[in-house]
T-cell receptor, first 110, second 114 residues
Framework: DQQVKQNSPSLSVQEGRISILNCDYTNSMFDYFLWYKKYPAEGPTFLISISSIKDKNEDGRFTVFLNKSAKHLSLHIVPSQPGDSAVYFCAADRDDKIIFGKGTRLHILP | DAGITQSPRHKVTETGTPVTLRCHQTENHRYMYWYRQDPGHGLRLIHYSYGVKDTDKGEVSDGYSVSRSKTEDFLLTLESATSSQTSVYFC?????????????FGEGSRLTVL
């Protein structure tokens, strides 16, 4: 039973436009939600997180929105840049057990 | 760099042989994790540890065991490797020391089981 779901395997966005990556979860007991970015042949790197008691967190070009009633979160990247092309993983934390989604591959088009 | 290293980085082995992957950290962080990454499955938690001799199962723990006899080392063992365990294995540590989910990952160990 998948607790963290990323239903879009890939997404293509024009450079300069907004990229929106989506994630759904099933367990309402998660404490934190996070986004990680991964380049080929490297380990994932932490990008941004949000506490379950908040609905928005912003860090530079990256904003994460949390909709608890819908059990949905999204990552907005504005403006999208070529270096943003990577696989993005949504993750959720409960009691230090951190579960990841399957990832979404983002392609930034020139 | 949170001082985390994985070894070996690459290994090819045969079905039925035992394999141990090592994760070493230099900063005495309490929480350590083992994940595997496979196409179509993303990152899946195998086991994690919250202190010396304190470990717990993740989502896909069958066929794997772990040990943490020292703070700095977290070992992942495949007692009898199978082809389904061919994967890239990532170790991670929680650098904040608190329950925020922020992990720092190693560079991965690619395991091929023939």
């Amino acid at each position: 039973d998948q607790q963290v779901k990323q239903n879009s395997p890939s997404l293509s966005v024009q450079e300069g436009r907004i990229s929106i990556l989506n994630c759904d979860y099933t367990n309402s007991m998660f404490d934190y939600f996070l986004w990680y970015k991964k380049y080929p042949a490297e380990g994932p790197t932490f990008l941004i997180s949000i506490s379950s008691i908040k609905d928005k967190n912003e860090d530079g070009r990256f904003t994460v929105f949390l909709n608890k009633s819908a059990k949905h979160l999204s990552l907005h990247i504005v403006p999208s840049q070529p270096g943003d092309s990577a696989v993005y993983f949504c993750a959720a934390d409960r009691d230090d057990k951190i579960i990841f989604g399957k990832g979404t591959r983002l392609h930034i088009l020139p | 760099d949170a001082g985390i290293t994985q070894s070996p980085r690459h290994k090819v082995t045969e079905t039925g042989t035992p394999v141990t992957l090592r994760c070493h950290q230099t900063e005495n962080h309490r929480y350590m994790y083992w994940y595997r990454q496979d196409p179509g499955h993303g990152l899946r938690l195998i086991h994690y540890s919250y202190g010396v001799k304190d470990t717990d199962k993740g989502e896909v723990s069958d066929g794997y065991s772990v040990s943490r006899s020292k703070t700095e080392d977290f070992l992942l063992t495949l007692e009898s490797a199978t082809s389904s365990q061919t994967s890239v294995y990532f170790c991670a540590i929680s650098v904040t020391g608190t329950n925020t989910g922020e992990l720092f990952f190693g560079e991965g160990s690619r395991l091929t089981v023939l």
